[in-house]
């Protein structure tokens, strides 16, 4: 559990952060640990390499530790410079790339088991989801997932962008004590 003054400070620079770019940060507040629990769900050191898109002050990196996977088995993805340093501070055994989500399919990654996504896909161009989602399934094992929530009442991946990457999305959970409430999708290969 974090203290008060830790989870005032974080919440103090996601707000400053969401100031200064609001499309990138997207929420005035970071997510709720209860909705970092529901993204992490299911995950364990056995899903092996674990890639980060967005991780901002770190609630689900943090999730993703507690769940057993080792901190140099992550590969956190971050826009904003400042976070992407704090992150790199915090978790120096973790990969920390300042870069667009975009970028993941020019990583040296193969054989990742989860990407856990914090990105906001409801105010992102269907171009740049049809990209990210292109690199993730390039990069992930298989039977790998994708992690996304969203803040809206279905997923935030249109049908024809999944249909065209043979794509499914499964709601997983709702977290209704978030703010705002959201939505937990699993999005995977479709199988022959």
């Known amino acids: 559990m974090l203290s008060k003054t830790v989870k005032l400070r974080e919440t103090s620079s996601f707000v400053l952060e969401w100031m200064k770019a609001p499309l990138v940060t997207a929420s005035v507040l970071p997510s709720s640990e209860r909705l970092a629990r529901k993204m992490v769900k299911g995950l364990s050191a056995e899903v092996g390499k674990v890639v980060e898109l967005g991780p901002g002050t770190g609630v689900f990196t943090r999730q993703l530790l507690a769940c057993g996977i080792p901190e140099e088995n ?70 790998g997932v994708f992690i996304q929530f969203t803040y809206g009442h279905r997923c935030p991946v249109k049908p024809q962008i999944l249909q065209h990457h043979g794509l499914i999305a499964e709601r997983s959970s709702f977290v209704l004590n978030n703010f705002p409430p959201a939505s937990v999708y699993h999005i995977k290969k479709r199988s022959h």
């Open 74 to 143: 992550l590969v956190l993805i971050e826009l904003n410079r400042k976070f992407a340093k704090n992150m790199q501070t915090h978790y120096p055994k973790a990969l920390v790339v300042n870069g667009a989500a975009e970028s993941l399919n020019r990583l040296p990654l193969q054989d990742v088991g989860a990407v856990v996504s914090g990105l906001p896909f409801l105010s992102m161009k269907d171009k740049q989801i049809d990209e990210i989602l292109k690199g993730a399934f390039q990069v992930l094992k298989p039977q």
